[in-house]
């Protein structure tokens, strides 16, 4: 069996070629991660029986898992797993019934609602922590030029509030003119992500914000018309909302930002319990 580095040369996804191209180590790692779906495990060994209509080389042995529940509370992972799943199926009748609900509305609700599931289950304080994913649905026709602008927008005012979270502030004492180019922070400004419907095509599309240019890099297109890729479209789109939980529990346990602390706000009566 190739080695995992070996596998990644093989895909076009090495560090070495994605490290060239410019690419942080946080974008590197997504990219990977979906580009080796089906080449590693990404599921618990406690959904092998109750999604046995997946491959079973997607499952591992224990339960500490990419694509999981962080609590243990596997039942809801699978629940939350399957409607994502769903979400292409639904998307194409939408098309067929001639519904109101556009496909790309579909994909809106379906990814919006595990996004939620993930962030219960990463036991953050919601009412805190600062979004790294935005999840955007246009019109059939819209044009490409107009869906980039709006994801630069959404993502440039993510990246505004952490850096104003992260700002430095001087002693109001100094009255020295602080520079821009003296303006410190005290944790690095993360790479944000921004998943974009429309009608059946759905792109994944990065920010980096220490990126003079402040252009979008696109990532990744699926096409949920192509039936025979459900399974393997919403791993992808699994795998970027799980790849945020975890950026944001390492950010919460590193800065404080979005972390729970008893007392804050009052207490929520879990849906997940």
């Known amino acids: 069996i190739p080695s995992l580095p070996t596998q990644q040369e093989a895909l076009g996804v090495s560090d070495a070629e994605l490290r060239a191209a410019g690419f942080d180590d946080d974008h590197i790692t997504l990219v990977q991660k979906i580009k080796m779906r089906g080449h590693e495990t990404l599921l618990p060994s406690a959904l092998r029986y109750s999604l046995r209509h997946l491959p079973d080389a997607l499952f591992a042995t224990g339960n500490s898992t990419f694509i999981s529940s962080v609590r243990g509370l596997h039942a809801n992972s699978e629940n939350a797993l399957n409607r994502l799943i769903d979400t292409a199926s639904y998307a194409r009748d939408a098309i067929l019934s001639g519904c109101r609900t556009r496909p790309e509305i579909v994909v809106l609700r379906r990814v919006r609602e595990y996004l939620r599931w993930a962030m219960r289950d990463s036991q953050l304080e919601q009412?805190?922590?600062?979004?790294?994913?935005?999840?955007?649905?246009?019109?059939?026709?819209?044009?490409?030029?107009?869906?980039?602008?709006?994801?630069?927008?959404?993502?440039?005012?993510?990246?505004?509030?952490?850096?104003?979270?992260?700002?430095?502030?001087?002693?109001?004492?100094?009255?020295?003119?602080?520079?821009?180019?003296?303006?410190?922070?005290?944790?690095?400004?993360?790479?944000?992500?921004?998943?974009?419907?429309?009608?059946?095509?759905?792109?994944?599309?990065?920010?980096?914000?220490?990126?003079?240019?402040?252009?979008?890099t696109p990532m990744a297109f699926f096409d949920l018309t192509q039936v025979d890729y459900d399974v393997w479209n919403a791993l992808a789109l699994a795998i970027v909302v799980c790849h945020v939980r975890s950026v944001l529990v390492t950010i919460a346990e590193e800065t404080g930002l979005g972390l729970r602390v008893p007392g804050q706000f009052p207490e929520e009566e879990d849906p997940d319990l």
């Open 127 to 216: 009412r805190t922590l600062i979004p790294l994913l935005t999840v955007i649905a246009k019109p059939a026709g819209t044009p490409h030029a107009t869906l980039e602008t709006i994801a630069t927008h959404r993502l440039e005012k993510l990246a505004s509030r952490y850096r104003r979270a992260f700002l430095v502030l001087h002693s109001t004492e100094s009255s020295t003119p602080v520079s821009q180019a003296s303006v410190q922070y005290s944790y690095p400004t993360p790479t944000l992500y921004a998943i974009i419907a429309s009608h059946t095509i759905v792109a994944l599309v990065a920010y980096t914000p220490h990126d003079e240019s402040r252009k979008i």
